[in-house]
């Protein structure tokens, strides 16, 4: 059971409204919502309109694998500007929702999810652009160097006899944590600003 602070008990006992925040800690951080305006809060503006939270995002009393997928729209060609000119492989991803008052004012936020980018892909045509990165939470415990990867040739370039990474590319679908995995094994070691402006800006209080 969760005990929830009185700040947020008293948002919850009147009419309120949600959003989702993202953070991409980049070079240059990149804040957004999917909220229909932009957000201010904290002294962070969060920008609307190239972010749409689809991810479920629920909390696990037991390990488990968690992975997402960020789309994000890039019809704004800075935004694709950023992933180019940015090292972001194992950027740091927080997730976090926040309450809105009666009268849509931001006036409390949690973090739901935190993670580590581990991959991008980008696709467009003549009406769209965006792009699809993947962000993982059981692998973002692991203290790695930016370029780094958890297979065994990356970690033998840093440790040369350690072979603590030798089947990581092994466990396809899930991590066996006490118990015996039902992913299939192979015998193979592993391997493998201004131009944003939006709408409205809501003011934290």
């Known amino acids: 059971m969760i005990d929830l602070p009185a700040e947020l008990i008293a948002i919850l006992s009147g009419p309120h409204t949600t959003a989702q925040l993202i953070s991409i800690d980049l070079e240059t951080p990149l804040n957004l919502t ?4 932009h ?14 939270a689809k991810a479920s995002i629920t909390q696990q009393s037991s390990p488990k694998i968690g992975e997402i997928n ?6 704004d060609s ?3 500007a950023l992933f180019f000119t940015s090292n972001w492989l194992n950027a740091p991803v927080t997730i976090s929702k926040v309450w809105f008052n009666e009268q849509n004012q931001p006036v409390y936020k949690t973090i739901t999810w935190r993670g ?5 892909t980008g696709e467009e ?11 993982a939470s059981v692998w973002a415990d692991f203290e790695a160097a930016r370029g780094r990867k958890t297979n065994l040739k990356s970690q033998q370039v840093y440790y ?3 072979r603590g990474m030798e089947f990581s590319g092994t466990v396809i ?4 944590w006490g118990r015996e995995g039902s992913s299939p094994l192979s015998t193979s070691g592993g391997g493998g600003a201004n131009r944003f402006n939006r709408g409205a800006t809501l003011e934290q209080r």
């Open 173 to 176: 679908t899930d991590i066996p």
């Open 34 to 37: 999917n909220a229909g305006a």
């Open 160 to 162: 040369p006899n350690d």
């Open 125 to 135: 045509d003549k009406n769209d652009a965006k792009i699809t990165l993947k962000a």
């Open 78 to 80: 800075a935004i694709t």
């Open 39 to 52: 957000i201010n809060y904290g002294g962070v503006e969060y920008r609307a309109g190239f972010w749409q």
């Open 70 to 75: 960020i789309d994000l729209n890039t019809i």
């Open 116 to 120: 580590l980018l581990t991959g991008k």
